[in-house]
């Protein structure tokens, strides 16, 4: 069965460093994966999605991530954080055995000090 | 467009009382869901439809009615609420089920308490 394993449950980085979000997944199929963002007391925001057209996937606001099939990896990234990235995020992934229903990690809450 | 909105946005209800989240679109969309998100858990999907009429249960059904009577509207009925739902409720559209690299879109969700 498939499911997403979020490394960090809290990452806290300096306005301007660089950001690292960590996600697995399991998957018995060619998966679909997608970051989503959750700002404070709002629904989710789609980042990006892995299509299989591209290891290498960009996103919105400078967000990337990078599908690495044999370390069964999908990590989110970006190169200076800014204040308004402070939020909450989630890795989901998407397959045949899912029916393509959303199969959603734990999520991982980034703080961004100033 | 509105997009995917949702009514209430905040409810407080005692156990054994009934109600009705609501939820609708406005983008067509044949598939929508419902998924209630718990601190530390991620989002958990309740139902899901996958074009009027249709209707299915997901990861954690119990508790939870849903209906699609028309495209636009997917209310979840809560026919004898407990505290265990308390929780934040979402619900999403896509334009389909089948389709493996869909994006689904989240209306502002409904936050429950029940005492």
């Known amino acids: 069965a498939q499911s997403v394993t979020q490394l960090d449950s809290h990452v806290s980085v300096s306005e301007g460093t660089p950001v690292l979000l960590r996600c697995n997944y399991s998957?018995?199929?060619?998966?679909?994966l997608f970051w989503y963002v959750q700002h404070p007391n709002k629904g989710l925001q789609l980042l990006l999605k892995?299509?299989?057209?591209?290891?290498l996937v960009k996103g919105i606001n400078g967000f990337e991530a990078e599908f690495k099939k044999s370390e069964t990896s999908f990590h989110l990234t970006k190169p200076s954080a800014h204040m308004s990235d402070a939020a909450e995020y989630f890795c989901?992934?998407?397959?045949?055995?899912?029916?393509?229903?959303?199969?959603f990690g734990s999520g991982t809450r980034l703080l961004v000090r100033p | 467009n509105a997009g995917v909105t949702q009514t209430p946005k905040f409810q407080v209800l005692k156990t054994g009382q009934s109600m009705t989240l609501q939820c609708a679109q406005d983008?067509?969309?044949?598939?929508m869901s419902w998924y209630r998100q718990d601190p530390g858990m991620g989002l958990r999907l309740i139902h899901y439809?996958?074009?009027?009429?249709?209707?299915d249960q997901g990861e954690v059904p119990n508790g939870y009615n849903v209906s699609r009577s028309t495209t636009e509207d997917f209310p979840l009925r809560l026919l004898s609420a407990a505290p265990s739902q308390t929780s934040v409720y979402f619900c999403?559209?896509?334009?389909?089920?089948?389709?493996?690299?869909?994006?689904?879109?989240f209306g502002p969700g409904t936050r429950l308490t029940v005492l």
């Open positions: 999403a559209s896509s334009y389909s089920s089948g389709f493996l690299y869909n994006e689904q879109f």
């Open positions: 989901v992934v998407s397959d045949l055995d899912s029916s393509y229903k959303l199969i």
């Open positions: 892995y299509t299989s057209a591209a290891t």
């Open positions: 998957s018995s199929y060619s998966p679909s």
């Open positions: 983008m067509n969309h044949e598939y």
């Open positions: 439809s996958v074009g009027a009429g249709i209707t």
